[in-house]
């Protein structure tokens, strides 16, 4: 009987903290294998409906085993075998349901400043014209009336920041040596040096260099015919999940990219201030001691 392929690391989240920079990192070393659906989201959706108020077409979803464990049919001799689903931080049921039918795997997040990320999911829906608010801070302070009609989480841009709550859940239940926090701007800054920390923690070859030259899933706002008609092809989910990455070359996306979207606007730092020391200030001082890193920068 052929043993079934499981994955022994996933990469939680948190979203918009370049976890889809960090998966095409990871996938180059030869030992390690990541599904070619980057977010496959099952333990989200794991025998569930959840049939959320979302703007736009609903994604096909993975419920079953059935269904997620075929993911990993392409795995020959890779020693690390991982998904990345950034959604698992914040979902109350993950953390027990990837310890019962995954309980020795290993987990790895990545945080970004509360409000910077939650600017960053308000462009991202916005730019797939999921977000019918125009302002952010608006939307951000919707979230209670939006949770109250089931909306869904992807519009959840202030709770997805309460980061102390949710990694609470996966250090209750996986070993602290089998979880590795990594901060946004670490990625950023030293994409190679915190790509091969990750490597070191799969107790895989660390010395791989893997090509971080490519920027994934960097935040725009459509601009003109063109702009409107990837955004609509978006929006009704007719562009297939797929990492082009892996298909052009670097200047045709960047080609693509600057065709279709304009710079986006930067977050005011007068709101960016006082919604961190209206809403985040206390967890993040909880979260300096749950992970032991400095997160200071995070309050200036």
Same mark, same amino acid.
């Given at each position: 009987?052929?043993?079934?392929?499981?994955?022994? %690391?996933?990469?939680?989240?948190?979203?918009?903290?370049?976890?889809?920079?960090?998966?095409?990192?990871?996938?180059?070393?030869?030992?390690?294998?990541?599904?070619?659906?980057?977010?496959?989201?099952? %333990?989200?959706?794991?025998?569930?409906?959840?049939? %959320?108020?979302? &703007?736009?077409?609903?994604?096909?979803?993975?419920?079953?085993? +059935?269904?997620?464990?075929?993911? %990993?049919?392409?795995?020959?001799?890779?020693?690390?075998?991982g998904e990345a689903s950034p959604a698992y931080i914040s979902n109350k049921d993950c953390p027990s349901l990837i310890h019962k039918y995954l309980p020795n795997t290993k987990i790895?997040?990545?945080?970004?400043?509360?409000?910077?990320?939650?600017?960053?999911?308000?462009? &991202?829906?916005?730019?797939?014209?999921?977000?019918?608010?125009?302002?952010?801070?608006?939307?951000?302070?919707? +979230?209670? +009336?939006?949770?109250?009609?089931?909306?869904?989480?992807?519009? &959840?841009?202030?709770?997805k920041g309460f980061y102390t709550e949710q990694l609470e859940k996966y250090y209750n239940l996986f070993p602290k040596e089998n979880i590795k926090i990594l901060l946004f701007e670490e990625v950023i800054k030293n994409p190679i040096k915190t790509t091969q920390e990750i490597f070191e923690f799969l107790n895989i070859d660390s010395s791989f260099i893997p090509d971080t030259s490519k920027k994934a899933n960097v935040s725009g706002t459509p601009k003109g015919l063109f702009g409107w008609l990837i955004m609509k092809l978006r929006y009704y989910n007719l562009i297939p999940n797929i990492q082009f990455s892996n298909y052009l070359p670097s200047f045709m996306i960047q080609f693509i990219f600057n065709s279709a979207y304009k710079k986006a606007k930067p977050l005011n730092k007068e709101v960016k201030n006082r919604l961190t020391d209206t809403f985040y200030k206390e967890d993040i001082l909880k979260l300096e001691k749950l992970i032991g890193k400095d997160l200071q920068h995070w309050l200036s």
């Open positions: 009987m052929i043993q079934q392929k499981k994955p022994n %690391f996933i990469i939680i989240g948190a979203m918009k903290a370049a976890t889809t920079s960090l998966y095409t990192y990871l996938k180059q070393h030869p030992d390690v294998f990541m599904t070619s659906i980057k977010e496959p989201m099952f %333990f989200n959706n794991f025998q569930k409906a959840n049939d %959320f108020k979302v &703007h736009g077409r609903k994604t096909k979803k993975i419920t079953t085993f +059935e269904q997620y464990y075929p993911l %990993f049919d392409a795995v020959k001799n890779e020693k690390a075998i790895i997040a990545v945080l970004r400043q509360p409000v910077s990320r939650a600017y960053s999911n308000f462009l &991202h829906a916005r730019r797939a014209d999921r977000e019918p608010i125009a302002d952010f801070e608006t939307a951000f302070n919707k +979230e209670q +009336e939006r949770k109250t009609e089931n909306w869904s989480p992807l519009y &959840h841009y202030k709770g």
